[in-house]
């Protein structure tokens, strides 16, 4: 009988990553969705999920799942530290405007879309696979702030 919960635990154990959704690949969210919630500078935010716990506060350091897209027709995914199976770790005052605004006051475990606008991300110039003028859409899960 204890061999028998063991091994129901170890099995349980085994499985969670895909109860949870981990090996699930993300679609772009619906662009005309509306929950997104737009502020003064044009960044638009959905929040999918609420954490809980302390608030990321301005200038923080935060740990993320994160994967991106532009608005084009194809749903284009240009990055996704999910895809890649590593969190990724950023002080926020090294990225776009767009994740400066939208990031702080996620708490941990929260999730976040965010829609931003070309002058909130890589302006009219672009950067690598991402087009001058695109607006970027963002999914933000949010595991740990600094």
Sequence with gaps: MRLMSICALA????????????????????????????????????????GKGDAVKEGATVVIHYTGWLTDDGATK???????GEKAEF???NLIKG?????????????????????????????????GGATLVFEIELFESK
């Design 78 to 84: 240009f990055d996704s530290s999910v895809d890649r």
């Design 99 to 131: 994740w400066q605004e939208g990031i702080p006051g996620m708490k941990p475990g929260g999730v976040r879309r965010l829609k931003i606008p070309s002058d909130l991300a890589y302006g009219p110039k672009g950067r690598g696979k991402i087009p």
């Design 91 to 93: 002080p926020l005052d």
């Design 11 to 50: 099995a349980a154990f085994a499985f969670a990553p895909f109860a949870a959704g981990e090996d699930k690949k993300l679609e772009r969210p619906k662009l005309d969705a509306k929950e997104w919630k737009k502020t003064k500078s044009g960044l638009e935010i959905w929040d999918v999920k609420e």
